[in-house]
Each structure stands twice: as structure tokens, then as C-alpha cells.
């Protein structure tokens, strides 16, 4: 009874269902994604579950595809137009991502080639970003260099959270002491006169994008990414990611394809899924070497972001200290942490909406679109040029 597909299916929903519901009885406090790796780590360690549950509950082949679908579905996000409204914290944003790159080199010699560049493109994003360079570290026999990346990617947002919740409250202090003196919200947005937009082909037709066809739209541009992949050599999920922001824009698919498909749960298991082998033959030993890596990492990146973004003069792309460093951090976030980070600190600093709304207006929509830009967008692409870099 205690065996088979379905046994070891509802085994690994449960591990899932339960960081879920952790997440949010903390309020996000406790990552769902750490509690879910940590049960499956400690079943691993255990001998409680097989090594090869993700292939016994089914889900290793459609893991292998599901990515292609994923990252075409977030490509159909790309907002262009707020994009560049918010350039500087798109610039600043990326400007952290290449610190990571340069700097990440100081930690060859400690923690190992292989492991520094899985670790980087993680560090950027999320994932996708670690499904992709885990699956590479993983064909390349590289399985504490998956097990790290693994862990990092587990862990990140207990390093980013407390890093990027600080300097958003120093913002709203110094947003708030302004309001409170003069009375004005100097980010408050102003609305633009004009014609409201015009339906794309997509809303227009919305009724005729049903599931299937949704499913069908992905399926073809994960087919046609891999062609073009082959023939440029470049990782498929960038063209993925490129050919989804393309049909959003010209309006031929539908914004967040994914949603509209009502698909979004059964593919990020497919995709969370194909992480968790890399778990499975770590002791207690070699755990011990993860932590040290682990710590290390974050370390570096931390007095990285802080020298780069508060003592040399980086801030000043985005325009505000605090903000940029918050910014920075963003790419160890993504959304949703990003949106509740930034709520958390307007309901802590504010004492009434009217000041809440106004520390929201001023990092807001900069925490969100910073968390958009590296963990959804650009991690995405570095990702698939560092998996080539991996040597055996």
C-alpha cells in the first residue's frame, strides 16, 4: 500500500503542501520552499523515502518539459512599458547582478569552480534559474555542486529578507519625515491624460483562448525555442523567455499565459520537482560542507552589495541609498517576497493609511520590478550561458 506512483505522488505534494501552508500562517516568515527541501532532506538523510521518489511519483519526465513552458508563461509577463518607466531600477537591478558575477570569483579557491558557477546564477533568481543549472551540475556527475545550488536556492530568502526589509524602513523613516513636514507624498503617481489602450488581439478574442489552446500556444514556442537553440547554440529556455515577452507585447497571446491556462500549480511542482534529486545522496558530512559553502556564499554577496551600493557610488543610478540597496537585494527575492517585504514595512513604519500609501509609493513598484527584472527575466538568460561553463 505504502508504495507505487500514487503513494509517492501524494508523498511529495505533501512535503509541498505543507511549506505552502507554513508560508502562510507565518506570513511568510518561514519560507515555503526552505520547509519543503528541509522534509525532503531529512527523509533523504533518513532512508524514509527512495532516493528516486521523483521518478517513482512520475514527475521527472514532465519535469524535463515543463521548464520550457514556464519560463515561456513568464515570459508572457514582461510588462515592457513599466519597465521602462522604472529604468533606473531596472539599471540598478542589473548593476547588482553583474557585482555578483565579478565578485563571486573571490570564492573559486573556498568553495570550489563548479559550485561558484551554479551558485551565481542562483543567487540571481529563482526557480528556474536553479532548475537549470542544477539539471546541468547534475549531468555533469557534479552532485554537491547540485546539492549547493539546492540549498541556496532554499535558503536565500532568509539572507535577502532581513537585508532588503532594513533598508526599505530606513526609506519610509526619511520618506515619512518629509510627508510629516510638509504634507506633500513626492512619489505619488500622477496619471497621464490620454486615450485608454486599445484591446490587443488577444483580449479581444479572449474567449477563444481556452486551456487547451494555452497549452497548445506553449507547447509550440517551447518546441520552436528548442529549433532555435539548436541552431544558435544558446540555452532554450532564453529563447523561451524571449518569445513569450515577444508575443505579450504584440498581443497575439494573452498576458500571463500560464494563469489563463489555469495550469500554473501542476507545472511549478514539474519544475520545483526537478531540483529534489540533487538531495538525495547528501550525509551528514557532506551537509556539513554544504553549510560552510552555504555561509560563505552569502557572506560575499552581502559585503559585496553593502561596499558597492552603499560605500562606492552605484546608489546614486537609482537615485536613494537605501532603495538601491533594497533593490540590490530584490534578486534573492522575487515576487511575492518582494511585494510582501514591501508591505510589511509601510504597515511598520506608518501610522495611518495615508502614510502607508505613501511609503508604498516610494518602494513599491521599485521592489517589484527589481524582483521582476533578475529573478524572472535576467536570471533566466544568465542561467542558460553559465550551465555552459560547468566542466566535468
Request: charge should be neutral; proline fraction near 4%; glycine fraction near 8%.
Amino acid at each position: 500500500m505504502f508504495e507505487g506512483m500514487l503513494f509517492y505522488i501524494f508523498v511529495c505534494l505533501a512535503f509541498f503542501a505543507i511549506g505552502d501552508f507554513l508560508g502562510v500562517a507565518t506570513k511568510a516568515k518561514l519560507s515555503s520552499v526552505f520547509v519543503s527541501l528541509l522534509l525532503f532532506l531529512v527523509f533523504f538523510m533518513a532512508d524514509w523515502i527512495p532516493d528516486d521518489v521523483i521518478n517513482q511519483a512520475g514527475l521527472t519526465q514532465i519535469g524535463k518539459w515543463a521548464v520550457g513552458f514556464v519560463v515561456f508563461g513568464m515570459g508572457t509577463t514582461i510588462n515592457m512599458r513599466e519597465l521602462m518607466a522604472e529604468w533606473r531600477t531596472v539599471a540598478t537591478a542589473c548593476l547588482s547582478m553583474a557585482v555578483i558575477w565579478l565578485g563571486m570569483i573571490v570564492l573559486v579557491p573556498l568553495i570550489g569552480y563548479n559550485e561558484t558557477i551554479v551558485a551565481i546564477p542562483i543567487i540571481n533568481g529563482g526557480i528556474v534559474a536553479t532548475q537549470i543549472m542544477t539539471s546541468a551540475a547534475m549531468e555533469n556527475g557534479l552532485e554537491m555542486a547540485a546539492a549547493l545550488g539546492t540549498i541556496l536556492y532554499a535558503v536565500q530568502k532568509f539572507f535577502g529578507t532581513p537585508f532588503a526589509s532594513y533598508f526599505g524602513l530606513r526609506e519610509a523613516r526619511e520618506v515619512l519625515a518629509v510627508y510629516r513636514q510638509t504634507g506633500v507624498n513626492p512619489n505619488k503617481p500622477v496619471a497621464k491624460p490620454g486615450e485608454e489602450p486599445k484591446p490587443t488581439f488577444a483580449e479581444k478574442y479572449k474567449k477563444y483562448y481556452g486551456q487547451f489552446v494555452c497549452l497548445g500556444i506553449m507547447a509550440l514556442f517551447s518546441w520552436v525555442a528548442s529549433g532555435i537553440g539548436q541552431l544558435t547554440g544558446l540555452s532554450y529556455t532564453i529563447w523561451c523567455l524571449v518569445l513569450g515577452a515577444v508575443m505579450a507585447t504584440t498581443g497575439l497571446v494573452p498576458k500571463n499565459i500560464m494563469a489563463q491556462a489555469k495550469s500554473g500549480g501542476i507545472f511549478n511542482v514539474a519544475v520545483f520537482a526537478s531540483i529534489i534529486p540533487s538531495l538525495a545522496k547528501i550525509d551528514f558530512h557532506e551537509l556539513l560542507v554544504l553549510g560552510y559553502s552555504t555561509i560563505i556564499v552569502f557572506v560575499v554577496v552581502f559585503v559585496l552589495l553593502y561596499v558597492c551600493f552603499a560605500i562606492l557610488p552605484l546608489w546614486r543610478v537609482q537615485g536613494h541609498k537605501n532603495v538601491a540597496l533594497g533593490v540590490a537585494a530584490a534578486q534573492l527575492l522575487g515576487f511575492p517576497a518582494t511585494y510582501l517585504i514591501a508591505n510589511e514595512v509601510a504597515t511598520a513604519a506608518a501610522e495611518n493609511e495615508e502614510e502607508k500609501q505613501v511609503v508604498l509609493d516610494a518602494i513599491m513598484s521599485k521592489y517589484l520590478v527589481a524582483g521582476f527584472t533578475t529573478v524572472t527575466s535576467v536570471s533566466v538568460i544568465i542561467a542558460g550561458i553559465f550551465e555552459t561553463f560547468i566542466t566535468p
